[in-house]
Protein backbone atom coordinates (compact mmCIF):
# COMPACT_ATOMS: atom_id res chain seq x y z
CA UNK A 1 0.00 0.00 0.00
CA UNK A 2 2.65 2.33 1.05
CA UNK A 3 5.01 1.55 -2.31
CA UNK A 4 1.56 2.50 -4.21
CA UNK A 5 1.27 5.63 -2.66
CA UNK A 6 4.57 6.25 -3.86
CA UNK A 7 4.67 5.46 -6.60
CA UNK A 8 1.10 7.73 -7.07
CA UNK A 9 1.59 10.46 -4.91
CA UNK A 10 5.42 10.57 -3.07
CA UNK A 11 5.15 10.07 0.33
CA UNK A 12 7.12 11.96 2.67
CA UNK A 13 9.45 10.27 5.99
CA UNK A 14 6.72 11.06 8.44
CA UNK A 15 3.91 9.28 6.03
CA UNK A 16 6.03 6.30 5.85
CA UNK A 17 6.67 6.33 9.43
CA UNK A 18 3.25 6.56 10.07
CA UNK A 19 1.83 4.09 7.42
CA UNK A 20 4.72 1.39 9.12
CA UNK A 21 3.76 2.15 12.60
CA UNK A 22 0.26 1.38 11.47
CA UNK A 23 1.20 -1.84 10.22
CA UNK A 24 3.12 -2.87 13.40
CA UNK A 25 0.58 -2.21 15.88
CA UNK A 26 -2.43 -3.56 13.15
CA UNK A 27 -0.19 -6.75 13.18
CA UNK A 28 0.38 -6.92 17.32
CA UNK A 29 -3.40 -6.15 18.31
CA UNK A 30 -4.61 -8.18 15.62
CA UNK A 31 -2.34 -11.52 16.65
CA UNK A 32 -3.18 -10.43 20.26
CA UNK A 33 -6.88 -10.66 19.30
CA UNK A 34 -6.88 -13.58 17.22
CA UNK A 35 -4.86 -15.44 20.15
CA UNK A 36 -7.49 -14.70 22.79
CA UNK A 37 -9.97 -15.53 20.23
CA UNK A 38 -8.59 -18.85 19.90
CA UNK A 39 -8.53 -17.95 16.04
CA UNK A 40 -6.07 -20.19 14.50
CA UNK A 41 -6.60 -17.58 10.90
CA UNK A 42 -8.60 -15.11 9.73
CA UNK A 43 -11.91 -16.32 7.72
CA UNK A 44 -13.06 -15.01 4.83
CA UNK A 45 -15.05 -11.84 6.24
CA UNK A 46 -11.90 -11.32 8.32
CA UNK A 47 -9.84 -10.96 5.05
CA UNK A 48 -12.19 -8.33 3.85
CA UNK A 49 -11.90 -6.51 6.88
CA UNK A 50 -7.75 -6.35 6.58
CA UNK A 51 -8.16 -4.97 3.43
CA UNK A 52 -9.98 -2.07 4.64
CA UNK A 53 -7.14 -1.97 7.97
CA UNK A 54 -4.91 -1.79 5.18
CA UNK A 55 -6.68 0.93 3.12
CA UNK A 56 -7.16 2.95 6.31
CA UNK A 57 -3.00 2.42 7.07
CA UNK A 58 -3.15 4.07 3.87
CA UNK A 59 -5.03 6.89 4.48
CA UNK A 60 -3.11 7.91 7.80
CA UNK A 61 0.36 8.00 5.44
CA UNK A 62 -1.97 10.51 3.66
CA UNK A 63 -2.86 12.44 6.01
CA UNK A 64 0.13 12.71 7.53
CA UNK A 65 1.20 14.01 4.27
CA UNK A 66 -1.18 16.45 4.55
CA UNK A 67 -2.11 16.68 0.91
CA UNK A 68 -4.19 19.72 -0.17
CA UNK A 69 -4.79 19.20 -3.46
CA UNK A 70 -3.13 16.94 -6.20
CA UNK A 71 -2.70 13.02 -6.43
CA UNK A 72 -2.33 12.60 -2.85
CA UNK A 73 -5.62 14.64 -2.39
CA UNK A 74 -7.56 12.27 -4.87
CA UNK A 75 -5.71 8.91 -3.36
CA UNK A 76 -6.64 10.26 -0.09
CA UNK A 77 -10.23 10.43 -0.94
CA UNK A 78 -10.42 6.97 -3.07
CA UNK A 79 -8.13 4.84 -0.27
CA UNK A 80 -11.06 5.91 2.27
CA UNK A 81 -14.10 6.04 -0.38
CA UNK A 82 -12.88 2.11 -0.85
CA UNK A 83 -12.41 1.17 2.73
CA UNK A 84 -15.94 2.91 3.15
CA UNK A 85 -17.42 0.87 0.12
CA UNK A 86 -16.20 -2.36 1.72
CA UNK A 87 -17.66 -1.95 5.08
CA UNK A 88 -20.63 -3.21 3.74
CA UNK A 89 -19.09 -6.18 2.21
CA UNK A 90 -17.67 -8.56 5.07
CA UNK A 91 -20.87 -8.85 7.01
CA UNK A 92 -22.45 -9.86 4.27
CA UNK A 93 -19.38 -12.60 3.41
CA UNK A 94 -19.68 -13.63 6.99
CA UNK A 95 -23.37 -14.07 6.98
CA UNK A 96 -23.23 -15.92 3.71
CA UNK A 97 -20.04 -18.26 4.80
CA UNK A 98 -21.79 -18.97 8.45
CA UNK A 99 -18.46 -17.36 9.76
CA UNK A 100 -20.28 -14.73 11.80
CA UNK A 101 -18.03 -14.01 15.10
CA UNK A 102 -17.45 -11.85 18.01
CA UNK A 103 -14.13 -11.68 16.95
CA UNK A 104 -15.06 -10.49 13.16
CA UNK A 105 -17.63 -8.22 14.60
CA UNK A 106 -15.21 -6.25 16.80
CA UNK A 107 -12.24 -6.64 14.33
CA UNK A 108 -14.44 -4.83 11.65
CA UNK A 109 -15.94 -1.82 14.60
CA UNK A 110 -12.53 -1.00 15.42
CA UNK A 111 -11.36 -0.31 11.73
CA UNK A 112 -14.25 2.02 11.46
CA UNK A 113 -13.54 3.96 14.44
CA UNK A 114 -9.87 4.10 13.27
CA UNK A 115 -10.72 5.10 9.68
CA UNK A 116 -13.32 8.14 10.99
CA UNK A 117 -10.75 9.29 13.43
CA UNK A 118 -8.12 9.52 11.37
CA UNK A 119 -10.66 11.14 8.81
CA UNK A 120 -11.61 13.54 11.16
CA UNK A 121 -8.00 15.03 12.00
CA UNK A 122 -8.05 15.37 8.20
CA UNK A 123 -10.39 17.40 8.09
CA UNK A 124 -9.68 19.19 11.64
CA UNK A 125 -6.58 20.22 9.50
CA UNK A 126 -8.99 22.93 7.44
CA UNK A 127 -12.13 22.91 9.83
CA UNK A 128 -10.97 23.52 12.96
CA UNK A 129 -9.98 21.26 16.35
CA UNK A 130 -13.12 21.10 16.92
CA UNK A 131 -13.49 18.44 14.23
CA UNK A 132 -11.37 15.39 16.58
CA UNK A 133 -14.52 15.48 18.88
CA UNK A 134 -16.10 13.01 16.06
CA UNK A 135 -13.18 10.56 16.07
CA UNK A 136 -12.93 10.98 19.57
CA UNK A 137 -16.36 10.31 21.01
CA UNK A 138 -16.30 6.65 20.68
CA UNK A 139 -12.98 6.47 22.63
CA UNK A 140 -13.85 8.77 25.14
CA UNK A 141 -16.90 6.37 25.42
CA UNK A 142 -15.30 3.51 26.31
CA UNK A 143 -12.60 4.99 28.18
CA UNK A 144 -15.54 6.23 30.62
CA UNK A 145 -17.16 2.71 30.65
CA UNK A 146 -13.63 1.74 32.50
CA UNK A 147 -14.87 4.21 35.45
CA UNK A 148 -18.72 3.65 34.87
CA UNK A 149 -19.67 -0.21 34.73
CA UNK A 150 -23.04 0.54 33.47
CA UNK A 151 -21.52 1.75 30.03
CA UNK A 152 -20.48 -1.67 29.10
CA UNK A 153 -24.11 -3.61 29.27
CA UNK A 154 -24.66 -5.02 25.55
CA UNK A 155 -26.90 -2.31 23.72
CA UNK A 156 -29.76 -3.31 21.92
CA UNK A 157 -29.32 -3.63 17.70
CA UNK A 158 -30.72 0.12 16.41
CA UNK A 159 -30.58 0.35 12.34
CA UNK A 160 -29.93 4.10 13.01
CA UNK A 161 -26.98 3.50 14.94
CA UNK A 162 -25.96 1.65 11.78
CA UNK A 163 -27.06 4.81 9.79
CA UNK A 164 -25.27 7.50 11.70
CA UNK A 165 -22.36 5.31 12.31
CA UNK A 166 -22.14 4.75 8.28
CA UNK A 167 -22.81 8.36 7.81
CA UNK A 168 -19.54 9.74 9.43
CA UNK A 169 -17.29 8.46 7.14
CA UNK A 170 -19.10 8.99 4.55
CA UNK A 171 -19.70 12.74 5.72
CA UNK A 172 -16.02 12.93 6.78
CA UNK A 173 -14.75 12.09 3.10
CA UNK A 174 -17.00 14.57 1.62
CA UNK A 175 -15.64 17.16 3.90
CA UNK A 176 -12.49 16.76 2.99
CA UNK A 177 -12.92 17.69 -0.23
CA UNK A 178 -14.30 21.05 0.54
CA UNK A 179 -12.84 24.32 1.38
CA UNK A 180 -13.13 25.02 5.13
CA UNK A 181 -16.48 26.65 5.30
CA UNK A 182 -18.31 23.59 3.64
CA UNK A 183 -16.04 21.19 5.60
CA UNK A 184 -17.12 22.50 9.05
CA UNK A 185 -21.21 23.39 7.88
CA UNK A 186 -20.58 18.83 6.82
CA UNK A 187 -18.45 18.16 9.93
CA UNK A 188 -20.99 19.81 12.49
CA UNK A 189 -23.66 17.98 10.73
CA UNK A 190 -21.69 14.71 11.27
CA UNK A 191 -21.09 16.06 15.19
CA UNK A 192 -24.97 16.51 15.75
CA UNK A 193 -25.99 12.79 14.25
CA UNK A 194 -23.48 11.39 16.41
CA UNK A 195 -23.73 13.20 19.85
CA UNK A 196 -27.29 12.56 19.40
CA UNK A 197 -26.78 8.33 18.97
CA UNK A 198 -24.49 8.38 21.85
CA UNK A 199 -26.60 10.50 23.99
CA UNK A 200 -29.45 7.89 23.32
CA UNK A 201 -27.47 5.04 23.76
CA UNK A 202 -25.81 6.66 26.80
CA UNK A 203 -29.16 7.52 28.13
CA UNK A 204 -30.82 3.89 27.34
CA UNK A 205 -27.97 2.40 29.54
CA UNK A 206 -28.80 4.58 32.14
CA UNK A 207 -31.91 3.23 32.14
CA UNK A 208 -31.04 -0.19 32.43
CA UNK A 209 -28.76 0.21 35.17
CA UNK A 210 -31.29 2.28 37.09
CA UNK A 211 -34.15 -0.90 36.96
CA UNK A 212 -31.61 -3.48 37.02
Known amino acids: MLGALWAGAGLGTAAWAAGAL ?13 RRAGRAALG ?4 VTLARAV ?19 ALLTA ?8 DGVDGKVARRTGTVSRFGARFDMEVDAFLIL ?14 LAIGAMRYAFVAASWGLP ?5 LPPRT ?3 VVAALQGVLLVVAGTLPPAGAALVAVLALTLLT ?6 VAWLRRRARTA
Open 44 to 47: PADR
Open 150 to 154: WLRAE
Open 79 to 86: AAAAALLL
Open 196 to 201: WSFARD
Open 55 to 73: LAGGVTALVVDAPAAGPGA
Open 160 to 162: ARK
Open 22 to 34: HALALWTILARAA
Open 118 to 131: VLSVHVAASAGLWV
